[in-house]
Structure formats: C-alpha cells, structure tokens
C-alpha cells in the first residue's frame, strides 16, 4: 500500500523477485515472510558499534595506499539521511562499497579481466552528524560485465549500508551517475518502480565540487514518506 502522509511508501522498493535480474528467481522466498517480532528491533549492535569509525576511513583515496594514489576520477559523494518530513537523522552508520576504476572488486568471485588497484580498498564508512550529513572521498568506479544477459554490463554504481541502532534497521540501496546510458538495459535499476528510479540516481553538485581536486555529486537518502529511497530486499 502506498503512502503519501509520512509511513512507508512500499510500491517505491523494487521487488524481491524480477526475472530480467536473473539471480533474484534463485533468491527470493518461496513462501510467505515471517514479521520478526518488535522486541528483537531493540537489541543493540555489538559489531558494528559506532566506535570504531577512523579518521581515513571516509576517503577512500587515503584508506588503502601503500605505494601512492589510487587510479581514477576524484569525486566527493555527500549528502544528507532524512526522515519523510526532511528532517535530518544524526548518527546512522553508513557503509559504502564499490568497484574500482576499472569496474574491479577486491572480491575473490570477481574474475573480470581488468586491473586491481593496489591502492584501492573500495569500502568506507561514515557516521551522519547533527544535520543528518555524510561525506565520502573516492574514484568513480567503472562500469563490468556481469553475465545476467547477453551483453550484460553494470552501469557505475555505489552501494550503501545504512545502519541504525538495529541489526534488523539495516537497509541497502545503491546510487548511479546522471547521464549513464547502461541505466535503460539495466535490470536492476529497471526493476525499480518507475516512478522511484530518479532518486537513485546522485546529482552532480558544483557546491561540492573542490576546484582542481574532485567532481561533486550530492545523494540524499530518505528512510520514509513519498519521497523514501527505493531499498533492496524490502
């Protein structure tokens, strides 16, 4: 059901199963979700705490060097965690992970024929301060093939974990570039609803933008209400 007054828009969140995304047929339940019950919702996390956020691990330019600066377009991503009514949500653990510039994960699994970064991690974390705002460092990462299709390829992409007090408060969303002509053949990004598929996709922003150093591209993300950020697996 819908919701235009401030409580979950469901019909903004792509389905759990989309044949065109061909590993969702193999994935998604077979059977009814069971809710899990409130209580469990007030357990607190002990692994990923809040504490051990270092001063780097924002930059994903400076998190892994060992021999100098990781290959690849600078660009800054910032922007602000809010409520349906734009309210600002101070202290929610954002995780964010993606390719390098070559569309290549750290990832024993990932065998695409491009280079690794040696000085390239491609992970990072923040905490959103009192105006709900977060800011990461990195390169833009190149687009991969992934073999859900014929000629399949992965637009550029980000994909970030916001955590709030709850492991079951996790939620997981991924933000594309403007302009990006592999959004229209991709899957994942069509399963979205149509109508919600713009918010997924960041803004290039001339304010963030550091002259001579970095693009600026500026990524709200909104937990509820009609604007909501479509989220995996809802």
Request: contains cysteine.
């Amino acid at each position: 059901m819908t919701s235009t007054s401030g409580g979950r828009d469901w019909m903004a969140h792509p389905p759990l199963l989309y044949p065109a995304y061909r590993s969702t047929v193999l994935r998604a339940p077979a059977k009814p979700l069971v809710p899990l019950k409130q209580a469990l919702s007030k357990r607190s996390l002990a692994v990923y705490g809040h504490g051990g956020i270092g001063p780097d691990d924002h930059d994903l330019t400076r998190n892994a060097r060992r021999s100098g600066e990781p290959l690849g377009e600078r660009i800054i991503v910032s922007g602000r965690v809010l409520d349906e009514r734009g309210r600002p949500i101070p202290q929610v653990l954002i995780e964010l992970w993606q390719a390098n510039a070559a569309g290549r994960y750290i990832h024993k699994t990932d065998q695409h024929q491009a280079p690794l970064d040696p000085n390239f991690f491609g992970g990072g974390r923040c905490v959103t301060d009192t105006e709900g705002r977060y800011r990461f460092l990195t390169v833009r990462p190149g687009a991969y093939p992934w073999g859900n299709h014929a000629n399949a390829w992965r637009p550029s992409h980000i994909h970030f974990s916001l955590l709030g007090s709850s492991i079951v408060s996790r939620l997981v969303t991924q933000m594309y570039f403007p302009g990006d002509p592999l959004v229209a053949h991709d899957p994942i990004f069509q399963g979205t609803p149509e109508k919600a598929r713009e918010r997924l996709i960041s803004r290039f922003s001339l304010a963030v933008t550091e002259e001579g150093f970095a693009l600026g591209y500026d990524f709200d993300i909104v937990l509820r209400g009609s604007a909501e950020t479509p989220f995996e697996g809802r």
